[in-house]
């Protein structure tokens, strides 16, 4: 595994684990800004070859 696969993979991990506790906080805004994070990851990841399980 190359350093751009493992390091998108490891942000989109951080950012769903950031996103699960905005949640669990009720902070909606901030759920709102992991959730868009977490669609831009996994845009860039798939425009790369990136898989993401």
Do not use: C, K, Y
């Amino acid at each position: 595994m190359d350093a751009f696969t493992a390091g998108i993979l490891q942000r989109i991990e951080t950012t769903r684990s950031d996103l699960d506790r905005a949640r669990r906080s009720g902070d909606e805004f901030l759920a709102d800004v992991e959730q868009a994070e977490l669609e831009d990851l996994h845009r860039l990841a798939a425009e790369h070859g990136v898989t993401v399980a």
